[in-house]
């Protein structure tokens, strides 16, 4: 599978761990600009779209069209947007966040080496 080697995923491992109730598991943001917090933690990537904060429940409304969800994670936004009778596909850098959204049934998901790779798929987008 393409994009991250196993000892860089961190995010995939987090989101598998939580999927398969392995451990317990928490998120802790840093950022170059040194902030640091605990994020809600890898059941948000989880969560349907009532319990999604306000601003994200804004945004997605937004979407019009076929879908290309880059950064697809645990895969939470596709099915809200096939549930308003959009399509599309999700790419994400992470194999373990792909095996998570294969896992849960979420099949239109794909592993990317960049994001750019994924231009193919956009571009399946637009054309049809
Ligand atoms: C914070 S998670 C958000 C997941 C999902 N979009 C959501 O809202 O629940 C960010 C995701 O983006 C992915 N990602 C980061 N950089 C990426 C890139 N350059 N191309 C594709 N996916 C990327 C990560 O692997 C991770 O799954």
Known sequence: MAGLK??????????????????????????????????HGPGSY??????????QRQAIRLA???????????GRCLP?????????????????AIKVCRERGLTESMCVRSWRSGRRWGRSIRSS
């Open 6 to 39: 196993a000892g860089e995923d961190a995010y995939g491992r987090e989101i598998y761990a939580y999927w398969k109730r392995e451990k317990f598991v928490f998120e802790a943001v840093e950022r170059d600009d040194d902030f640091i917090a605990f994020s």
């Open 46 to 55: 989880f969560a349907e779209y009532r319990r999604w904060p306000r601003h």
């Open 64 to 74: 019009r069209g076929r879908v290309l969800d880059i950064g697809r994670g645990a």
């Open 80 to 96: 809200y947007l096939k549930q308003q009778g959009l399509d599309g596909v999700g790419i994400d850098i992470s194999p373990r």
